[in-house]
């Protein structure tokens, strides 16, 4: 195992945070919330030219052809700033399945306008759906609304599915940024995936919420540093006092407990089985995400209390961030979750 990144995957992260800080302001995330498109189109255009959404698409398909260990700081980036688009479904998901099925006229179509931008693939949580009426069925689904395409699953078979050939019922998120909305689709109306894994879609899924979800943590944790250095209270920075100190050491050590893991999941799920059993890789998943979501979960917390009630008024940049954790956090299997799944593995 590699416990480094390259000089390339280094520069295109920085680069791509440098995109971000200027194009990506907490006022772009808030108005993203009263929006009707339900995401920024200005900048996904930005993240198509920079490359980001070509990532995962081969290269014969108009893509860079690199893998979940090029793309995993890139998902952190776009946490830690809150990006109001579907990057996680789009480029940690779907994508990557579109590139994994053998339907080759599929993949020749979707895959290029992909990489592009100029279409925006989501994904559902494998396993989740429900039966409809007739022979439909009902899945839950991020950005449905504002997809071109859907990667859902069916008895344990993955289909793509048309915007047109699917109905919405859109859901109030407790992050306006990350629109919900219950998908109705029938099979018969859906184009399947041969040799697309289900498995290897949801391992994907919970990577990317994982990746963000750290970078998320780091943010509150950042900016609340800052905060409790200029804040005064009987006359000195509230920052000085022993219990601030604590509460904000500890968020930094699951932090460091969280990145590494994750880190390490990314280039698990890059191996094949040949080198790494689907189980194995399942442990290295399990273990980013729980510990992931822990961090966010205790990054949100802590750092709210170090911000005071004030933190969760709207008016607050905090609360933005604070509602994409507890999302982050519960999406693709929380913590809990993760840790049942895990002890099974070891047989524990």
């Excluded at 931008?117 to 989740?128: D, L, W, Y």
Aim: include cysteine; hydrophobic fraction near 45%.
């Amino acid at each position: 195992m590699k416990f480094s990144f390259g000089s390339d995957q280094l520069a295109l992260a920085e680069t791509l945070a440098e995109v971000l800080a200027k194009r990506c302001p907490p006022e772009l995330v808030r108005a993203v919330w009263q929006s009707e498109s339900g995401y920024s189109e200005e900048l996904w255009e930005a993240l198509g030219e920079l490359g980001v959404l070509a990532v995962a698409v081969p290269e014969a398909y108009g893509g860079l052809g690199m893998n979940q260990v090029d793309l995993v700081k890139l998902l952190e980036e776009s946490g830690r700033a809150a990006a109001p688009v579907p990057l996680l479904e789009h480029a940690g998901v779907g994508v990557p399945a579109l590139a994994e099925t053998t339907a080759t006229e599929l993949a020749e179509h979707w895959l290029p306008l992909a990489a592009a931008g100029e279409v925006i693939v989501t994904a559902a949580v494998p396993g989740s759906e429900h039966q409809g009426d007739g022979n439909t069925v009902v899945s839950l689904v991020s950005y449905a609304a504002q997809a071109d395409l859907a990667i859902l699953s069916c008895q344990g078979e993955l289909f793509a599915v048309e915007q047109q050939n699917y109905q919405v019922q859109e859901l109030e998120s407790v992050d306006g940024s990350r629109r919900l909305g219950w998908v109705e689709w029938s099979p018969q109306d859906a184009f399947g995936l041969p040799g697309a894994s289900s498995e290897s879609v949801f391992e994907r899924g919970v990577l990317a919420a994982a990746a963000q979800s750290i970078g998320v943590a780091d943010h509150l944790l950042e900016t609340t540093v800052a905060y409790v250095k200029e804040r005064e209270q009987f006359g000195k920075p509230v920052g000085s006092y022993q219990a601030v100190k604590h509460h904000l050491a500890d968020v930094a050590k699951a932090m460091g407990f969280a990145r590494p893991s994750v880190y390490a999941a990314a280039w698990a799920v890059s191996q094949d089985t040949e080198k790494l059993t689907q189980q194995e890789q399942q442990k290295f998943v399990s273990a980013a995400k729980s510990l992931a979501s822990d961090a966010a979960d205790l990054a949100a917390r802590k750092c709210l209390q170090c911000h005071g009630a004030i933190g969760y008024t709207y008016e607050s940049d905090l609360h933005l961030w604070l509602k994409r954790a507890w999302s982050l956090s519960a999406s693709w299997g929380d913590a809990h979750w993760h840790r049942r799944r895990l002890a099974g593995l070891l047989g524990i």
